[in-house]
């Protein structure tokens, strides 16, 4: 296993708010970022260069996804709603509404005609992409609904909530739910072949009156069987995201505990772990060789790193407003 502990350039201008998400337009030469301090931001990969400011969100923006023309985005908003953007101008397109709580997640279907989200008030939805009619509203997680992926086939949902649950997408039924045992799944990816889930698990329990975690580690799931595979260790406070590289040979997860660490998925051994002092880690996208990777941070901070070196090539430093991220980190330890 390697490490890398490496100096800072000098940073770009970036957000007020911490930055709970981020994704990488498909031909690569930029990246979007939405962040507590409700705006989403679009940037030239290679320049640094901040190419637009997308407002109209009333809260934090949690989560972004991209069409795979890379056209339009979706986001979602701690303030309910769902915004559809044209990118190339930076227009919102349609609000959709519906949910009483925040957005936690948006994902679009491999046939890019359904955005499904899932929100704090427990609830999933399925909307048309092109109208923004709500097609179809699923109940049955006891819990917040973190995050949701979506086989490459598109025949299936998977949801993180108090447990992983497969629900079949024309039916809205669930057809199985993991055993997970006392942990709970925080952020889940699939590979490629729509194999395999991953995901980033802690328990929850209670120490003088008040809710501590532990137990953290990845887990690795047939999605057919819903059997655990392997489970790994190595993170030693919450692991605030997963993500699987494009050619679904590894893992890269981001921590609490100021860690980047990058798996092998098929042996479980980690082969790097990028240490930055004072980074919590919140979300990751990486290119498709793998060897670059964009992460971001509670500190509002978004850096671009060397898969291979774990060299910090660049970095985006925000103007952190402190009021706007203490309620922030009140929603992000109580979701």
Request: one cysteine or more; aromatic letters at 6%.
């Amino acid at each position: 296993m390697k490490s890398a502990h490496k100096s800072h350039p000098a940073p770009c201008k970036g957000h007020a708010g911490f930055v709970p998400s981020i994704v990488l337009t498909p031909d690569e030469e930029k990246f979007i970022s939405g962040s507590a301090d409700s705006t989403i931001k679009v940037w030239d990969l290679q320049s640094g260069e901040c190419l637009n400011t997308l407002k109209g969100h009333k809260e934090f923006v949690d989560s972004l996804a991209l069409s795979q023309d890379g056209k339009k985005l979706i986001s979602g908003s701690g303030d309910g709603t769902i915004k559809i953007w044209e990118i190339k101008t930076g227009s919102c397109l349609r609000t959709l509404e519906g949910n009483k709580q925040p957005i936690n997640t948006v994902v679009i279907t491999p046939d890019g005609k359904t955005i499904v989200s899932g929100s704090n008030d427990r609830i999933m939805k399925l909307w048309d992409l092109q109208s923004g009619e709500c097609l179809r509203t699923v109940e049955g997680h006891p819990v917040a609904i973190r995050t949701i992926v979506i086989p490459p086939l598109g025949n299936q949902i998977i949801t993180g909530s108090d447990a992983i649950r497969v629900w079949d997408f024309a039916s809205g039924n669930c057809v199985r739910t993991f055993d997970h045992g006392p942990t709970a799944p925080r952020s889940i990816a699939i590979t490629p072949d729509g194999e395999t889930v991953v995901s980033a698990e802690c328990e929850e329990v209670e120490v003088d009156y008040r809710i501590d975690f532990e137990n953290h580690g990845i887990k690795i799931w047939d999605l057919a069987s819903g059997q655990c595979l392997n489970t790994l260790r190595g993170h030693t406070d919450i692991i605030k995201t997963v993500v699987i590289t494009p050619d679904g040979q590894k893992i890269l997860s981001g921590s609490v505990d100021y860690t980047l660490r990058i798996w092998d998925l098929e042996t479980g051994a980690c082969l790097r772990t990028i240490t930055d002092p004072g980074t919590i880690f919140e979300a990751i996208a990486v290119t498709a060789d793998g060897k670059r990777i964009v992460s971001s941070s509670l500190d509002s901070s978004i850096k671009l790193w060397d898969g291979e070196t774990g060299e910090c090539l660049k970095m985006w430093m925000g103007q952190l407003d402190l009021d706007l991220d203490l309620d922030s980190d009140l929603r992000w330890k109580g979701s």
